[in-house]
C-alpha cells in the first residue's frame, strides 16, 4: 500500500509539473506581450526610446525576459571590485550615437556587445532622438541586452525556489555575529513572561519560531513556500502569502518596539525581515528598531482569501452531505412515488439551469427574506454567511441525491438484497445497513476532492455575494496578465487536485475492505 | 380448449372463401420453414414510438420547437436596431406595461425595455440564437470527436496509457486559463469561442465513452464476434456503437445544455464572446437586477436562458430513455 501510493504521488507531481510547464508556455510564449500595456497609463505617456526601454523593463518585471541595462553591468563590475564607484559613472556616459563613444567607454562597450551576446542574448543600441539639435523628449540614447527565458531553465528556477529554507547566510551584508539564538522568554513580551523563541542574524526572517496566543501556538519561519511574485494583483507579495494573508482592518494594540517606544500599533514584530539599510534610511523605523530587521506585516482583524472560501465552502459541503445523503435514500426508497418525483425536478432544474441563473435567484429570494447579500469582512453580522453557503450548498444537494439514488437503485436488485429480504429483514433494515453501505462507496471517493476544493473558492459565487476569497483570484490574474500568479495558482489548484485522487482512492479502500491497491491481491 | 365468449368464434361464411379452398392441403416447405417471420422491426421507429408514448414528451417537444422558432425564424422577420431608441432616455429601462404604452402594442415590447431603449424581447432571441447555435456547434465536434477517440481509446491498451495521462494533465490545467488564452490569442467572436470550448471538451466526452466502451468490449457477444473473425473497425461500429446509442444521447442532453451554461459562466467573469449572447445580455444586466423597476432587463435573459437548457436537457434525457432498448417492449 505504501509503495503504491507513493508510486501515485510521484506520478502525481510529474503530471503537476507538465501542467505548470503547459501553464508557462500558454501564457509566456503563446501570448501577445504587447497586451500588458493596453491598460498601462504610463505607456502611453511615454515615447521615443524611453518607451521601448520602458517597454522592456516590464517585459523583465512580468517575468518573460532577462533584461540588463549598461550601467546595471558596470554596477555589477563595481561590486566585483574591477572598477570604482566614480569610474563606473564616468564609463556609463556613453554617446549619443556609437561614433561619439571615448576610446575607454567603447571598450568598455564592446566588451558588455560580447560578454552578453557570448551568452545569447540580443544587445541593442537605440541612438538618441534628436529633434531641432537638442534631445527629444524621451530620446536619450539607450543601451541594454536582453533574452527571452527559456522554458526549461525558467521551469527549473521555478520549482527550485518553491521551498526555501531560511539560513544564517542569507543576509549579504556585514551583519555582525550571524548565529541562531534559542530564547525562553520572547523579547516581544517583555523578556518576563515565558515564550520560547529562536531568533536569527543573518537570516531573512527574525524569528524562526515562535509562540503566541493564535492556533497552532508555535508558528515557524524557517521554511517558506514561494508559488511565484505577483505583480499587479498583489505587487511584490508572493501568491501563497496574498493567498494566506489576512484581511480586513487593522487591530491595534499597545506594543513596545525594541527601543522600548512604546505605541499603538497593528505591527506583528513576529514577521520581521530583513531589508538592508533600512533602519539608517528612515527616522521612523530608528526610532523603533535596533536592527535592519524593519519590515513587518500587520496584523487584520479578518480572515484571509483561503480562510473565506474555505469557512464557506466547508460549511457548505457539510450541509450538502447532512441533506443530501437522507434525501437521496428517501427517493431511492419512495421511488416513482410524489417524494422522488418532486427530488427528480429539483435536481433537473440545479443541472440544467445555469449556476448563474439559480445563485442569482437564491440571492432574490435571499434578498426578499432579508438577508444580507453583500459580505462586510468588518461587519460582526453571522447571516451574510448564510446566502453564499446556501448558494453552494444547494447545488451539491442535488449532485447527491442524483448519484446516491442512482446507485442504491442500481444495487436494489442485486442478490443480496433478495436475500436479505427473503431473510426477513424489515426495508428499513436493508436500505440503512446493506444498500447504503454499498451504495456510499462511490460518493465516498468524491469527499476529499470536495473538502480540499473549498480551499480554492468559487468564482461565481464569491463574485456575486462580493465574498473577499480565493475564488476570483486566477480570474483577476489573468484580467491583469499577472504571470506569477496565474502560475502559482495553477500550481496550487493542480496539486491540489492530484492529492484529492489520492487520499479519495485511500478513503475508499478504507471504507470498503473489498478494495485493495496492493498488487498482489489481484 | 373452452371458449367463453361465442362472440369470438368466427363465422366461416364471413371469410368470402371457398370451404376447399379453406381446407386446402399444403406441403412442408424446408426452405420456407427455416424463414424467421416476425414483425418489421426498425430500431429509430421503436425509439419515436416509446418516445411519443409519454404525454410530456409531446408537451416539451412542442415548447422546444416553439423555441427554436423563436431562435431562428423570429430574427429573420423582425428588423431589430438596438439603438432605434438610442437618443430618447424615456424610452429606457421600462416595464412591459409602460413600454407597450408608450413604443406601442407589438410583440417587441412585451418584456419591457433595456438599458439603451433596446427591445428586451428582440435582446433575448437574438442572443440566444448565438448562445444554440454555438451549443450545437459544439455539441457536435465534441461528441464526433469524443466519440471516436473513445472508442479507440477503449479498444487499444497502448494509447490507454498515453490517454490517461494526457486527461490527467489537461484536466488540470485551468480551463479558465486556456480560454483567457485563446480569446487573447484571437479575438472574442463566435468562432473563437468554439475553438477554446472544444479544444479540449472533447477530452471529457471521449473518456466516458472509453470507460463504456471497455465495460462492453469484453462481452461474450463480442468475445464470439472476434473469435469469428470480424475486424475490430466493424466491431467498433457494428457491435458496440449500436449499444450505446442511449449513452450518447443522454451524454448529448448533457453536454447542450452546459455549453450554454458555460457561455453565461464565462460572460459573466469577462471572459465571454463580444457577440451579444445570452451570458452577454446577463453580463450587461447585471446591476439592473438590484433596481427597483428594472429587473425585467434582467430576469428575461436569465428566465430564456433557463427554460432552453430545462427544455433541451429533457427532451435529451427522455429521448435517451427511449432510446435503450430494454424499454421498446
Given at each position: ?6 508510486r501515485?504521488i510521484?506520478h502525481g507531481?510529474v503530471s ?13 510564449s ?5 497586451l500588458i500595456?493596453?491598460q498601462?497609463p504610463v505607456y ?5 526610446n524611453?518607451k521601448?526601454?520602458?517597454?522592456y523593463r ?7 525576459i ?5 550601467a546595471?553591468w558596470l ?7 574591477e ?6 559613472a564616468?564609463?556609463?556616459a556613453?554617446?549619443?550615437?556609437a561614433?561619439?563613444?571615448s ?5 568598455y562597450v ?5 560578454y552578453?551576446?557570448?551568452?545569447g542574448y540580443?544587445?541593442t543600441?537605440?541612438d538618441?532622438k ?7 523628449p ?9 533574452k527571452d527565458k527559456p522554458?526549461m ?5 521555478y520549482l527550485?525556489s ?5 539560513n544564517i547566510?542569507?543576509?549579504q551584508?556585514?551583519?555582525?555575529q550571524r ?8 523579547p516581544v513580551?517583555?523578556g ?8 536569527g542574524?543573518?537570516?531573512l526572517?527574525?524569528?524562526l ?7 497552532p ?10 508559488l ?8 511584490g507579495?508572493?501568491v501563497f502569502?496574498s493567498?494566506?494573508?489576512p484581511?480586513?482592518?487593522y487591530v491595534?494594540?499597545?506594543l513596545?518596539y525594541p527601543?522600548?517606544l ?11 525581515t530583513y531589508?538592508?539599510g533600512s ?6 523605523n ?8 524593519t519590515s ?13 472560501s474555505?469557512v ?7 450541509l450538502a452531505?447532512?441533506?443530501g445523503?437522507?434525501l437521496?435514500?428517501?427517493m431511492?426508497r ?7 418525483k418532486?427530488?427528480?425536478?429539483y435536481?433537473v ?10 445563485i442569482?435567484l437564491?440571492?432574490a429570494?435571499g ?5 444580507p447579500t453583500?459580505?462586510n469582512?468588518d461587519?460582526?453580522?453571522?447571516r451574510m454567511?448564510?446566502?453564499?453557503i446556501?448558494?453552494l ?9 442524483k448519484w ?5 437503485i442500481d444495487?436494489m436488485?442485486a442478490?443480496?438484497v433478495?436475500?436479505a429480504r ?5 426495508e428499513r433494515e436493508?436500505?440503512s445497513?446493506?444498500?447504503l453501505?454499498n451504495a456510499v462507496?462511490?460518493?465516498?471517493h ?5 473538502v480540499?476544493g ?15 476569497g480565493a475564488?476570483?483570484?486566477?480570474t ?15 500550481l496550487?489548484y493542480?496539486l491540489?487536485s492530484v492529492v484529492?485522487?489520492i ?6 479502500s ?5 478494495i485493495s491497491?496492493?498488487e498482489?491481491?489481484? | 380448449?373452452?371458449v367463453?365468449?361465442?362472440n369470438?368464434?368466427?363465422?366461416l361464411?364471413?371469410?368470402s372463401?371457398?370451404e376447399?379452398?379453406?381446407f386446402?392441403?399444403?406441403?412442408h416447405?424446408?426452405?420456407e420453414?427455416?424463414k424467421?417471420?416476425a ?9 419515436f414510438?416509446v418516445?411519443?408514448?409519454k ?5 416539451i417537444?412542442t415548447?422546444f420547437?416553439?423555441?427554436?422558432a423563436f ?5 429573420l422577420m423582425v428588423?431589430y436596431d438596438?439603438f432605434?431608441?438610442?437618443?430618447d432616455s ?8 409602460a413600454a407597450?404604452?408608450?413604443l406601442?402594442?407589438?410583440?417587441h415590447?412585451i418584456?419591457g425595455?433595456g438599458a439603451?431603449g433596446?427591445s ?8 440566444s440564437?448565438i448562445s444554440?447555435t454555438?451549443?450545437?456547434?459544439c455539441?457536435a465536434?465534441?461528441?464526433?470527436v469524443g466519440?471516436?477517440v473513445?472508442s479507440?481509446?477503449?479498444f487499444s491498451?497502448?494509447f ?5 495521462e494526457v486527461?490527467n494533465?489537461?484536466g488540470?490545467?485551468p ?5 483567457s488564452?485563446l ?6 467572436g463566435?468562432w473563437?469561442?468554439v475553438f477554446?470550448l ?11 465513452i472509453r470507460t463504456?466502451?471497455?465495460?462492453i468490449?469484453?462481452?461474450?457477444y463480442?468475445?464470439a464476434?472476434?473469435c469469428?473473425?470480424t475486424p475490430i473497425l466493424r466491431i467498433?461500429m457494428k ?9 450518447i444521447?443522454?451524454?448529448m ?6 455549453y450554454i451554461?458555460?457561455e453565461?459562466f464565462?460572460s459573466?467573469i469577462g471572459?465571454?464572446?463580444?457577440d451579444m449572447?445570452l ?36 427532451v435529451?434525457?427522455n429521448?435517451g430513455?427511449a432510446?435503450d432498448p430494454?424499454?421498446?417492449?
Amino acid at each position: 500500500m505504501t509503495k503504491y501510493l507513493l508510486r501515485r504521488i510521484l506520478h502525481g507531481l510529474v503530471s503537476v509539473i507538465i501542467v505548470v510547464a503547459i501553464v508557462m508556455v500558454l501564457i509566456y510564449s503563446c501570448l501577445d506581450r504587447q497586451l500588458i500595456f493596453a491598460q498601462d497609463p504610463v505607456y502611453v505617456q511615454l515615447g521615443n526610446n524611453q518607451k521601448t526601454v520602458y517597454q522592456y523593463r516590464k517585459w523583465e518585471d512580468f517575468g518573460y525576459i532577462d533584461y540588463v541595462p549598461y550601467a546595471e553591468w558596470l554596477q555589477t563590475l563595481v561590486a566585483s571590485g574591477e572598477l570604482t564607484a566614480e569610474r563606473a559613472a564616468e564609463l556609463s556616459a556613453f554617446g549619443q550615437k556609437a561614433s561619439n563613444d571615448s576610446e575607454e567607454v567603447a571598450e568598455y562597450v564592446a566588451r558588455f556587445t560580447a560578454y552578453y551576446e557570448g551568452q545569447g542574448y540580443a544587445v541593442t543600441r537605440l541612438d538618441a532622438k534628436l529633434s531641432k539639435k537638442k534631445v527629444a523628449p524621451g530620446g536619450q540614447q539607450q543601451l541594454f541586452a536582453y533574452k527571452d527565458k527559456p522554458l526549461m531553465g525558467r521551469l527549473w528556477n521555478y520549482l527550485t525556489s518553491l521551498v526555501s529554507v531560511d539560513n544564517i547566510h542569507y543576509v549579504q551584508e556585514d551583519v555582525g555575529q550571524r548565529g541562531l539564538t534559542f530564547t525562553l522568554h520572547d523579547p516581544v513580551y517583555g523578556g518576563d513572561t515565558f515564550a520560547p523563541a529562536i531568533i536569527g542574524n543573518g537570516t531573512l526572517h527574525k524569528y524562526l519560531l515562535y509562540t503566541d496566543h493564535h492556533f497552532p501556538f508555535v508558528h515557524q519561519n524557517l521554511v517558506t513556500i514561494n508559488l511565484g511574485k505577483s505583480y499587479t494583483v498583489n505587487s511584490g507579495v508572493d501568491v501563497f502569502q496574498s493567498m494566506n494573508a489576512p484581511q480586513g482592518s487593522y487591530v491595534t494594540r499597545v506594543l513596545t518596539y525594541p527601543t522600548g517606544l512604546t505605541e499603538n500599533s497593528a505591527d506583528d514584530l513576529h514577521s520581521a525581515t530583513y531589508s538592508a539599510g533600512s533602519r539608517d534610511a528612515s527616522l521612523v523605523n530608528r526610532d523603533r528598531f535596533t536592527d535592519d530587521y524593519t519590515s513587518v506585516v500587520t496584523i487584520k482583524s479578518g480572515l484571509s482569501k483561503v480562510g473565506y472560501s474555505f469557512v464557506i465552502g466547508i460549511i457548505a459541503v457539510f450541509l450538502a452531505y447532512l441533506i443530501g445523503v437522507p434525501l437521496g435514500i428517501v427517493m431511492a426508497r419512495k421511488k416513482d412515488k410524489t417524494i422522488d418525483k418532486i427530488g427528480t425536478v429539483y435536481i433537473v432544474f440545479i443541472i440544467a439551469v445555469p449556476s448563474l441563473a439559480y445563485i442569482f435567484l437564491f440571492k432574490a429570494i435571499g434578498y426578499s427574506m432579508g438577508l444580507p447579500t453583500t459580505f462586510n469582512m468588518d461587519s460582526v453580522d453571522w447571516r451574510m454567511y448564510a446566502l453564499p453557503i446556501i448558494s453552494l450548498a444547494l447545488p451539491s444537494v442535488a449532485n447527491l441525491m442524483k448519484w446516491l439514488r442512482r446507485y442504491m437503485i442500481d444495487q436494489m436488485n442485486a442478490d443480496y438484497v433478495k436475500f436479505a429480504r427473503s431473510g426477513g429483514l424489515t426495508e428499513r433494515e436493508i436500505f440503512s445497513k446493506h444498500i447504503l453501505k454499498n451504495a456510499v462507496i462511490p460518493l465516498v471517493h468524491g469527499i476529499p476532492a470536495s473538502v480540499l476544493g473549498s480551499l480554492v473558492g468559487a468564482i461565481i459565487t464569491e463574485r456575486v455575494y462580493v465574498v473577499p476569497g480565493a475564488g476570483n483570484l486566477l480570474t483577476k490574474a489573468i484580467n491583469t496578465y499577472d504571470n506569477g500568479v496565474i502560475v502559482g495558482v495553477t500550481l496550487f489548484y493542480a496539486l491540489l487536485s492530484v492529492v484529492s485522487i489520492i487520499l479519495g482512492d485511500v478513503l475508499m479502500s478504507l471504507v470498503d475492505p473489498r478494495i485493495s491497491f496492493t498488487e498482489k491481491g489481484r | 380448449m373452452k371458449v367463453n365468449n361465442y362472440n369470438e368464434l368466427v363465422d366461416l361464411s364471413d371469410l368470402s372463401m371457398s370451404e376447399a379452398e379453406l381446407f386446402a392441403h399444403v406441403d412442408h416447405n424446408d426452405l420456407e420453414s427455416e424463414k424467421i417471420t416476425a414483425p418489421r422491426y426498425s430500431y429509430w421507429k421503436s425509439v419515436f414510438r416509446v418516445f411519443f408514448r409519454k404525454r410530456i414528451n409531446i408537451v416539451i417537444l412542442t415548447l422546444f420547437a416553439i423555441i427554436l422558432a423563436f431562435t431562428y425564424i423570429y430574427p429573420l422577420m423582425v428588423d431589430y436596431d438596438p439603438f432605434q431608441n438610442l437618443m430618447d432616455s424615456s424610452a429606457k429601462h421600462l416595464l412591459p406595461g409602460a413600454a407597450l404604452n408608450k413604443l406601442g402594442h407589438s410583440i417587441h415590447w412585451i418584456l419591457g425595455s433595456g438599458a439603451s431603449g433596446q427591445s428586451t424581447f428582440d435582446a433575448v432571441w437574438f442572443g440566444s440564437r448565438i448562445s444554440i447555435t454555438m451549443a450545437f456547434i459544439c455539441a457536435a465536434i465534441n461528441m464526433t470527436v469524443g466519440i471516436l477517440v473513445g472508442s479507440v481509446w477503449g479498444f487499444s491498451k497502448k494509447f490507454d496509457i498515453f490517454m490517461t495521462e494526457v486527461y490527467n494533465i489537461i484536466g488540470n490545467v485551468p480551463y479558465i486559463l486556456f480560454i483567457s488564452v485563446l480569446v487573447l490569442i484571437f479575438s472574442a467572436g463566435f468562432w473563437t469561442m468554439v475553438f477554446a470550448l472544444t479544444i479540449t471538451g472533447w477530452l471529457g466526452i471521449a473518456y466516458f465513452i472509453r470507460t463504456q466502451v471497455i465495460i462492453i468490449r469484453d462481452r461474450e457477444y463480442n468475445l464470439a464476434s472476434r473469435c469469428l473473425g470480424t475486424p475490430i473497425l466493424r466491431i467498433a461500429m457494428k457491435n458496440i456503437l449500436p449499444f450505446m446509442t442511449s449513452v450518447i444521447v443522454t451524454l448529448m442532453a448533457t453536454e447542450i445544455p452546459s455549453y450554454i451554461s458555460y457561455e453565461v459562466f464565462l460572460s459573466y467573469i469577462g471572459m465571454g464572446m463580444s457577440d451579444m449572447s445570452l451570458g452577454r445580455l446577463i453580463y450587461q444586466a447585471e446591476n439592473a437586477m438590484l433596481t427597483p423597476g428594472w429587473q425585467f432587463e434582467f430576469w428575461s435573459p436569465v428566465a430564456v436562458a433557463s427554460i432552453i437548457t430545462v427544455v433541451l436537457y429533457v427532451v435529451g434525457q427522455n429521448l435517451g430513455d427511449a432510446s435503450d432498448p430494454r424499454t421498446h417492449m
